[in-house]
């Protein structure tokens, strides 16, 4: 079993930052890609970043330039620093991991989700 815990939201104002945490720990072999997600009210689940396990990094279009996504593979945690928020970045975000685990399979979890919330 794999668990992952999710911290760091909360209520900021526009133009303001916030870094969320996901750590992961249980029957862990390997992390592969790592992402954040967000979900507006309405809108669909988007992918916001996404880190490989050799670093690389890939970013929506919308946080480019002022997200940055990181990870500490000793801690078995990924972070999203969001720098300069805007109110469209409300939503619930999300971190998705892909676990190798103690079986050599590679599956995915996802974290239970922060609020954040931006303040015009």
């Known amino acids: 079993q794999v668990q992952l815990v999710e911290s760091g939201g909360g209520l900021v104002q526009a133009g303001g930052s916030l870094r969320l945490s996901c750590a992961a720990s249980?029957?862990?072999?390997?992390?592969?890609?790592m992402a954040w997600y967000r979900q507006a009210p309405g809108n669909q689940r988007e992918v916001v970043a996404v880190?490989?396990?050799?670093?690389?990094?890939n970013y929506a279009d919308s946080v480019k330039g002022r997200f940055t996504i990181s990870r500490d593979n000793a801690k078995n945690t990924v972070y999203l620093q969001m720098n300069s928020l805007k109110p469209e970045d409300t939503a619930v975000y999300y971190c998705?991991?892909?676990?190798?685990?103690?079986?050599?399979?590679?599956?995915?979890?996802w974290g239970q989700g922060t609020q954040v919330t931006v303040s015009s």
């Open positions: 998705k991991l892909v676990v190798v685990g103690t079986a050599l399979r590679a599956l995915n979890y």
């Open positions: 249980g029957s862990i072999f390997s992390l592969n890609d």
């Open positions: 880190i490989s396990s050799g670093g690389s990094t």
